[in-house]
């Protein structure tokens, strides 16, 4: 028995890991929904998932009853993961801070210039993962 011409070969058949033979379409949609496709709450998925960031129940009502729109839910989860990460940041420089307080006043005044530094980075990279997010990356 002849093996098939290259183009006419199956997806599982004398083709290595089962990949789709290369005449297969490169611009077929992402399995489970797109930036572009509904989310679960009724809007886009791109903008369900910018507005996961800066609104966090969006996030956890994504994460929740989400099952179809997996880009609305991979940044769900990303955006809860996202706040966490930050809530332990604040809790170990407070009190790291609260410590330099402590030991000086002068070093109380290093506090105070770390503080609003720590949160204008908190708040520069929330809006760029919701950019980012709205973008459909």
């Known amino acids: 028995m002849q093996n098939p011409p290259p183009d006419q070969q ?11 033979p290369s ?23 791109n903008l369900t998932a910018a507005l996961g960031y800066p609104i966090g129940l969006i996030a956890i009502i994504e994460v929740i009853i989400e099952k179809q729109n997996r ?18 940041v604040f809790i170990a420089i407070g009190i790291f801070l609260g410590i330099l307080v402590a030991i000086s006043s002068y070093l109380g005044i290093i506090a ?3 503080w609003p530094l720590l949160l204008l980075a908190y708040l520069g990279t929330l809006l760029f993962c919701a950019y980012k997010a709205y973008q459909g990356e």
Request: charged share 10%; aromatic share 14%; hydrophobic share 40%.
């Open 112 to 114: 105070i210039i770390i």
């Open 71 to 88: 880009f609305a839910r991979f940044h769900a989860f990303q955006s809860l993961l996202f706040h966490v990460a930050w809530v332990v």
């Open 23 to 45: 005449n297969a379409p490169l611009s077929a949609p992402p399995p489970g929904g797109g930036p572009k496709d509904k989310s679960a709450i009724g809007m886009d998925g």
């Open 10 to 20: 199956g997806y599982g058949y004398n083709n290595q890991y089962g990949t789709p």
